[in-house]
């Protein structure tokens, strides 16, 4: 009987626990906060700025690119520039920023 008020205690705290985590998870990037990037993922101007200078943003002709306030998908990623797609754009279409 006791055992079982301690199991539910633990789960209880578990899940309150896990609850905390997802909502800190959804704040805005700040200073100092680590932000993951992986292929396909989808992200926001917001994010790409704290990571990559928008300024360099070019088409694969090198002619420089003017990036919307949308969310872009990760293309691929070095050690000095990320790749993105625009939302509606073909792999044709791809972006590529320098980073910081």
């Not at 789960?11 to 998870?25: C, G, K, Q, R, Y």
Request: hydrophobic share 40%.
């Amino acid at each position: 009987m006791m055992s079982k008020k301690i199991w539910v205690t633990l789960l209880l705290s578990s899940l309150l626990s896990f609850a905390a985590v997802a909502e800190e998870s959804n704040v805005e990037p700040s200073e100092g906060q680590i932000i993951q990037f992986t292929r396909g993922k989808s992200v926001t101007l917001n994010e790409l700025s704290s990571v990559a200078d928008l300024s360099t943003a070019r088409n694969q002709k090198g002619n420089p690119v003017t990036l919307e306030d949308v969310n872009y998908t990760v293309a691929s990623f070095t050690r000095t520039t990320i790749t993105i797609e625009p939302p509606n754009g073909s792999t044709a279409d791809v972006i590529t920023l320098d980073l910081k």
